[in-house]
């Protein structure tokens, strides 16, 4: 939770752009602030002769004027302007405007608090966006195929064309996607040079040709683990020919 007293916006949800005002007796005070989503060097745009009067640090936000400037009209109009540019408004409280050192450095600790929510709530944002993307090494670690050995695996294999065939008969389009995710962590424990992730190319069974494919490259994968090099070159010279 912050500290800052949102009178529209909210502090769950910051639109990055907000006017801070202030009051003075009966007059308000207001500056308009806007946390850059793109942060820069602003150091790279200033001719060299100046280089040396502005900060080295990343320009991550802007406040104008730097200092709260008397607004002309009421607290209810300033509402208005807030609503109609879907602005967040902030309450600063009271200042003198006399004293106009204390008055930017009240705006400039309101701005840096406005400006970390802002960019907190981009990062749990994201870490949220992170967090629902399933973790495939969590599915591998979880999955009934990571114990198995590889003969276990090509067995399974051949019993999910098995499955994939049956659903595709009956439409059970969602069945197919899950059957679809076991092939995947299967071919990402089989060794690489096996080729199963090349039969998620044929998994719909689309062509005249996909299941013979299909089992031209399990038989080459059989091979492979045999090392039975006649058959993989059967194999291989099968799946050329149906491939063109």
Do not use: W
Request: charged share 30%; aromatic share 10%; hydrophobic share 35%.
């Amino acid at each position: 939770m912050s500290n800052l007293e949102f009178k529209f916006g909210s502090e769950d949800n910051p639109k990055g752009h907000a006017i801070i005002y202030f009051e003075e007796f009966d007059e308000i005070f207001a500056s308009y602030v806007i946390n850059f989503p793109i942060k820069g060097e602003l150091s790279k745009y200033i001719p060299e002769m100046f280089k040396d009067q502005i900060p080295d640090e990343e320009m991550t936000k802007m406040i104008f004027p730097p200092v709260p400037e008397k607004f002309n009209g009421n607290l209810d109009s300033l509402i208005n302007i807030t609503q109609s540019r879907a602005d967040d408004l902030i309450y600063g409280g009271s200042i003198n405007s006399n004293d106009t050192t204390s008055a930017m450095s009240k705006l400039n600790a309101l701005a840096n608090e406005y400006s970390k929510l802002c960019t907190d709530n981009e990062f749990n944002e994201i870490k949220e966006l992170i967090d629902d993307i399933p973790s495939p090494e969590i599915e591998l670690e979880n999955s009934k195929f990571s114990e198995m050995n590889e003969s276990e695996l090509l067995a399974e294999v051949t019993k999910i064309f098995g499955k994939i065939k049956f659903s595709k008969d009956n439409n059970e389009i969602d069945e197919i996607s899950n059957i679809k995710k076991d092939l995947q962590i299967i071919s990402s424990i089989i060794p690489e040079n096996r080729k199963i992730k090349r039969l998620l190319d044929y998994v719909e069974l689309e062509s005249n040709n996909s299941e013979e494919i299909i089992s031209a490259y399990i038989s080459r994968a059989y091979g492979l683990m045999n090392e039975d090099y006649i058959m993989v070159k059967e194999q291989e010279d099968l799946i050329k020919k149906l491939e063109n």
